[in-house]
């Protein structure tokens, strides 16, 4: 009977070639791995924009009416930001009945807004919408943004005067 396999063991030429072939392997193996790490990455900062609109927009539908306009972003009892009206910043018309404020944190811009339903003060108005933005970079570079909005009515409006 004769041996299947010689004695003297595998040639170099052929621990080459397997070289060879574990190493196109693995370079398709890291480049998979490289662009789900980028997908996984983008996923995040994207979730992240949307806990920051969803935050912004939770805190002025928690706050006491009269405390609308202000904002304190670090949770510590004191506003850092005062929401305006007058056309300067990101607030785009004076005297539109448009509130807005603005943060930025972790390359993410969050732009959020108090509408009310006609020009004047806050405590003369019945009902406000609130929208909060977030803008980030996507994976391409490309500008991504995430809006949300909601309504609400105050709780001590009487009608027009």
Do not use: F
Request: glycine letters at 10%; one cysteine or more.
């Amino acid at each position: 009977m004769r041996q299947a396999m010689n004695d003297k063991g595998i040639s170099l030429a052929e621990v080459m070639v397997a070289m060879m072939i574990s190493g196109i392997a693995l370079m398709g193996t890291l480049g998979t791995v490289e662009i789900s790490s980028r997908y996984a990455q983008q996923g995040a900062v994207s979730s992240q924009a949307l806990e920051l609109v969803q935050g912004r927009l939770e805190a002025k539908r928690s706050v006491r009416w009269q405390l609308l306009l202000d904002d304190d972003l670090d949770r510590d009892g004191v506003a850092e930001t005062h929401m305006t009206d007058d056309g300067t910043g990101v607030d785009l018309a004076a005297g539109d009945g448009i509130y807005t404020a603005m943060c930025e944190q972790d390359g993410i811009t969050v732009v959020w807004m108090i509408e009310t339903d006609h020009p004047g003060p806050l405590s003369e108005t019945g009902m406000v919408r609130i929208r909060a933005m977030a803008s980030y970079l996507g994976r391409n570079k490309e500008r991504r943004e995430l809006q949300m909005a909601t309504m609400r009515a105050n709780p001590s409006y009487v009608g027009y005067p």
